[in-house]
């Protein structure tokens, strides 16, 4: 059926460390896919999304590329920052596109 | 600043007890979504409601669990009994899907729920 996977965590990275979450989906067609990050006691946000194929989303210094080749969708960052420890979820509509379903989740823990 | 507000934020019953949980979700939005957080399962789906109506509980145990929308400002999410293994985070989020399902979903703040 419609998923997403993506790397297990935890990741642990020093400040100013390149990251990269590895996120892959199955699909018939080509669904819009998204990144959600989580910051401890709250609820889920968007970060950033993408809605077709070759399309590059970004916010706060995070990227990442729809690549319909590679049914991928990894999110990356060139420096991360403490504040940037939070868990990260990618996600995508399913179901006729009605229903927002997500990975599992990545747990990032950036230290000084 | 328009946002999903659910109530309450924490809840600690004993085994056996109803709980109601509450959503109002962003005016104007047409889909409502719940979903359980737990470390073991990480965030399910439970049910969604287009339009007020549920289009999908099947990720609910249907013998406890009951999702409800009575108006569009206000969703419900009940377990009667509780158990201690619904203990879990529940999240509800609201947004405008139409077409291509390329919206964004805004989530509350989420009740921490505590079955004892």
């Known amino acids: 059926g419609n998923s997403v996977t993506q790397m297990e965590g935890p990741v642990t990275l020093s400040e100013e460390a390149f990251l990269t979450i590895n996120c892959t989906y199955t699909a018939t067609g080509y669904p819009s896919l998204f990144w959600y990050v989580q910051y401890p006691g709250e609820g889920l946000q968007l970060l950033l999304k993408?809605?077709?194929?070759?399309d590059k989303g970004s916010n706060k210094g995070f990227e990442a590329t729809y690549r319909k080749e590679t049914t991928s969708f990894h999110l990356e960052k060139g420096s991360v920052q403490v504040s940037d420890s939070a868990v990260y979820f990618c996600a995508r509509f399913s179901g006729g596109y009605n229903k927002l379903i997500f990975g599992a989740g990545t747990r990032l823990a950036v230290h000084p | 600043d328009a946002r999903v507000t659910q109530t309450p934020r924490h809840k600690v019953t004993e085994m056996g007890q109803e709980v109601t949980m509450r959503c109002q979700p962003i005016?104007?939005?047409?889909?409502v979504f719940w979903y359980r957080q737990t470390m073991m399962q990480g965030l399910e789906l439970l049910a969604y409601f287009r339009n007020r109506a549920p289009l999908d509980d099947s990720g609910m145990p249907k013998d406890r669990f009951s999702a409800e929308m009575p108006d569009a400002t206000l969703a419900t999410l009940k377990i009667q009994p509780s158990e201690p293994r619904d203990s879990a985070v529940y999240f509800c989020a609201s947004g405008l899907v139409q077409g291509q399902g390329n919206t964004e979903a805004f989530f509350g703040q989420g009740t921490r729920l505590t079955v004892v």
């Open positions: 005016l104007g939005h047409n889909t």
């Open positions: 993408a809605t077709k194929a070759d």
